[in-house]
Nanobody, 125 residues
Framework: VQLIESGGQSVSVGGSLTLSCAAS????????VGWYRQAPGKEREIVAV????????WYRDSVKGRFTVSRDSAQNTVSLQMNSLKPEDTAVYYC???????????????????WGKGTLVTVSS
């Protein structure tokens, strides 16, 4: 499975951005997909997850109500809609995928096995 992120760019505080994760080598409906981010000098952290069944999602507290993860089966993509962006959202965003049938809340402590190379989001005032 190969994952390619796109959509990262510089945006102003309070702005919106949508990241996309395109999968090849497998159908997106066969994958749980997570979005992670790594800010400069910080450890990578999980941001949002959509389960393989798409019946459950998970968000870290700092993005709840601002970010939405969704799947487009026809496009074979998973998107991360990010609203009300803050400077602390600045990071390289990665998508990752897993073929197992876990609910979304498994993944903050669980592993994903396929990773993209990341896309940079910069939020500035």
């Amino acid at each position: 499975v190969q994952l390619i992120e796109s959509g990262g760019q510089s945006v102003s505080v309070g702005g919106s951005l949508t990241l996309s994760c395109a999968a090849s080598g497998d159908s997106i409906t066969e994958l749980a997909v997570g979005w992670y981010r790594q800010a400069p000098g910080k450890e990578r952290e999980i941001v949002a997850v959509i389960s393989r069944s798409a019946k459950s999602t998970w968000y870290r507290d700092s993005v709840k109500g601002r970010f939405t993860v969704s799947r487009d089966s026809a496009q074979n993509t998973v998107s991360l809609q990010m609203n009300s962006l803050k400077p602390e959202d600045t990071a390289v965003y990665y998508c990752a995928a897993d073929e197992r049938y876990y609910s979304a809340d498994y993944y903050p402590d669980g592993a994903m096995y396929y990773w993209g190379k990341g896309t940079l989001v910069t939020v500035s005032s």
